[in-house]
């Protein structure tokens, strides 16, 4: 597969060197040169598929000639120990994202990007460094996919103070080839340093360099797998298990875990009395599913458009924001304004300037992206109310970024702008934001992953916002 930038169709690469390089010289971002289509014959058994198989499948073709199928099937196998679990929360599905080691959706493009680049760089000598600054999530799940990782070293930036206690230790508690900078200023401040010392000739001569956010495609693409997974299970009306770390009332983590075998609707057993079950299975009559994705940079559901080219069985996405909703006013008015960004209890979607936006307008028009995704955006007390809301009537812990999601889907309803079967992918675990879940609705129960991350002991150099001295903790 050939990838150009979204800013020139020239100078198309191969996708070693987008994967590699991250962003294309001209300042654009790398996208495929085409979308590939499923084989008809995965598409009719997407929904008794292993997830592994769905997304060997989808990530075949963007790596075709590069990366061999073996070699893909044994990184597909090492990066994902975890699935997506599509479970029954109040009539509706809730794709869980949140079993992965750091709690959050980013480690299924981060442990997959990781694995990639040990590959394409097999044989060099020069150690490759990434270089890579954080709010709060992408640290620790880009820190967790790389560490000890042979041939590469991490250094995650991430402003002083201003993270949680839990994530600090997920980025600075692992050690080895893992170095954490607490930097004296703002998440904005550690992307300008990391900028600058990328484009630093005296360090560039020294290691190889690059960079590890969300705009790389090799994160994207492993993102699509989990959009066909869940739409072929709804497509088939089947769920799956409560997984280890589904979040619900009375659930200690002793009691989890009821295995992976795939159920269909009616057979899944309720346990709790205050669970309600989902929607029936319609195995005669299959649809699609809309999905509701809630966004900040727009990398998420960027994966979900590219699952739907590919044929994944899904009605329609819904761009649910924060009160930062560039994207959405977009889509309501065709005029797009990129503003500074607003804080709020979401804050890993406090994002005014959606990068990925660029990505979503290379494959559609205005016009072609309203039929496609419906936007809309929640406030801070309106997600407050939601986590209060369906912990007591579906016993089930959102954390806030989710729970976005599922007041995105209710006003949706109520304004009948949507309808058939829907699922709210949840993008983080609600043990991983307590701060806001726990005044809420008590604490919700610990997976494993985070408890152990708890235990670990920070250690991050803290230096001023200046590049002089990120390059000297470099060298
Ligand atoms: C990163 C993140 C998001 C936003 O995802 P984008 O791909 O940037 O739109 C949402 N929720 C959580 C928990 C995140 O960590």
Redesign the pocket.
Known sequence: MRYYSTRSKNNAVNFATAALTGLAPDGGLFVPEEIPQYPQAVLSSLGTMDYRDIALETIKPYVRGEIPDTVLEDIVQSAYPFTAPLVGVGGRFILEL?HGPTA???DFGARFMARAFAYLRRGEEKPLHILVATS???GG?VADGFFQVPGISVTVLYPKGRITPLQEKQIAGLGGNISALAVEGSFDDCQRLVKAALADENLKKKTALSSAN?INISRLIP?AVYYTAAAGRAFAGRTDPDGEATPRKGTGSREWGVGSVVSKHSEVTNTQSQQTTPPPPTPHSPLPITLC???????????GLYALKMGAPIKQFIAATNINKTVPDYLASGEYQARTSQATI?N??D?GA?S?FERMAAHFSWEEMRRVIVGVSVSDEETRETIARVYHEAGYFL????A?GWKGVDKLIAENKIDGQVGVLS??HPA??SETVEPLVGPAPVPASLAHAMQRTVNSQTIPAEVSALLEALL
């Open positions: 949140f959050a959706f980013k709060g999530d992408t799940a969300s993102q994705v809630p966004s900040g940079n727009f990398g998420n559901l960027t994966a979401s890993a979607m994002v959606p990925n954390d806030p970024h989710s976005v993008t983080a991983k934001f």
